[in-house]
């Protein structure tokens, strides 16, 4: 069979189309989301770098003793951030105490046991709370909450456990109990929605399993989602740990705002975030100003540094898990 002189042509032609498509399109996009992220990582910096230029001349002045002492005094210019310190933390920690439970049981409620018809009202009423600004969250704790903790939940306590430290003395009302209760309120809607994004990425093949092995649903539940999900579960805390920590407004409405350091949960705290929004705009004096720069450092490195800490557990949770599933 002869190969005529138009054969060469078209076989180039069809080498031609096949050649491997431009790289050009793949390349400038993983370009353009590095850039991206890089841009993420390079705004956390900017903001650290910013708070601390802002902090300088306080930095100098206090040194560490910042965070160990507890005057705080604008006219003399003795600032000490230990009781802000300890009322974000303790705060936050209650916050997490009254929240985690009720938000993990709540996600386990609309994915394992909740009626079709019931599920999504309730979804749409938990993402409703979370649309409900700080502002007005604040207005009904000053108003309704706070009345009704001072007059029934407070006594009761006070009656029960008045012999501990954590809940003796008078009842003001305003308090870091009544603080921690509405940062919970408002870290609720969020654990609630991403443990239950979490545990309905767990398979069926899961549950499946463990009812094949005659599981009842409580075990199923304990065993095939709950264990299952662990991790992403630990990570929904930490997410609520970090609007805890940074939450100004509606906080600084039922805290009571006095820096002292008290065990009594019925006493009044502060918070680094609300000495920030109540203050900043009455430092008249340039270390004045300066000290709630340094507060804000200070708020920054917390928020970083628990963080940090989440991860290393969760770490070391999953090198657990990986150890004991080779054994």
Do not use: C
Not at 44 to 59: C, T
Not at 158 to 183: E, H, N
Not at 249 to 274: H, R, W
Not at 297 to 319: P, Y
Request: hydrophobic content about 55%.
């Amino acid at each position: 069979m002869m190969i005529t002189p138009a054969a060469p042509s078209l076989a180039g032609s069809i080498a031609a189309k096949m050649k491997p498509p431009s790289r050009f399109g793949d390349k400038a996009f993983e370009w353009l989301t590095l850039a991206m992220a890089l841009a993420v990582v390079g705004l956390v910096f900017l903001v650290g770098w910013q708070l601390a230029r802002g902090s300088s001349l306080a930095i100098q002045r206090f040194g560490f003793h910042f965070l160990t002492t507890s005057t705080w005094d604008p006219v003399a210019e003795q600032f000490g951030a230990l009781p802000f310190i300890y009322g974000t933390v303790v705060s936050s920690l209650l916050a997490l105490i009254i929240a985690v439970p009720l938000s993990i049981a709540t996600a386990v409620y609309l994915t394992e046991l909740a009626p079709v018809w019931i599920r999504q009202p309730l979804v749409s009423l938990i993402e409703m709370l979370a649309a409900i600004p700080s502002v007005i969250l604040g207005l009904w704790g000053i108003f309704v909450m706070i009345p009704w903790l001072r007059d029934h939940p407070f006594p009761f306590l006070k009656k029960l456990f008045g012999w501990t430290p954590f809940f003796s003395g008078p009842i003001y009302g305003v308090s870091m109990l009544a603080g921690g209760i509405i940062i919970a309120i408002m870290i609720l809607p969020i654990v609630t929605s991403v443990s239950r994004e979490i545990l309905r990425s767990v398979p069926n093949l899961q549950r499946e399993a463990a009812y094949a092995l005659g599981a009842t649903r409580w075990e199923v539940t304990r065993i095939a989602v709950l264990s299952y999900a662990k991790k992403g579960l630990f990570g929904a805390v930490i997410l609520g740990l970090g609007r805890a920590l940074g939450e100004t407004m509606a906080v600084t409405m039922v805290i009571g705002n006095t820096p002292q350091i008290a065990a009594s949960l019925f006493a009044p705290g502060y918070t680094l975030a609300s000495v920030i929004a109540n203050e900043f705009t009455e430092a008249t004096t340039d270390m004045y100003l300066q000290a709630l720069f340094e507060i804000g450092l200070v708020l920054f490195g917390i928020t970083i540094l628990a963080n940090l800490v989440a991860q290393l557990l969760l770490k070391t949770m999953t090198t657990k898990m990986t150890s004991r599933v080779a054994q």
